[in-house]
């Protein structure tokens, strides 16, 4: 908060409104090995990797009930999409082709689950 307060100064009243739980502090890669292997059989020169996401995702409610969790966003973007400009932003967007990449990588991690 003083580093809010210091950039915005005194003319901007700053305060916390809500306070949620910190996101889960420790990771077990059980599932990575799987999703691995997807990845893998749907684009054999991918090469998988963990991703640090800056944001708060919904499933760190679940740490307090011993539910682990991470995302798995399994997309064949092409090199001229910039996916972390376009989350949100007023023209996001990916191709077709990438959902279709996506939903093949669900099923297949649903039917080996």
């Known amino acids: 908060m ?58 760190r409610l679940f740490a307090d009930h011993g539910i682990h969790h991470f995302g798995f966003l399994p997309m064949d973007l092409p090199p001229e999409i910039d996916l972390p400009g376009l989350i949100h932003g007023p023209d996001e967007r990916v191709p077709v082709s990438s959902i279709d990449f996506g939903a ?4 297949r991690l649903i039917g080996r689950y």
Do not use: C, W
């Open 2 to 59: 003083d580093d809010l307060r210091s950039i915005v100064g005194e003319k901007v009243t700053v305060e916390v409104v809500e306070v949620g739980p910190p996101a889960q502090d420790h990771f077990e890669p059980g599932m990575f090995k799987l999703l691995e292997s997807i990845l893998g059989e749907l684009d054999p020169s991918g090469i998988p990797i963990l991703y640090l996401f800056n944001e708060s995702p919904d499933g």
């Open 104 to 107: 093949e990588a669900l099923f």
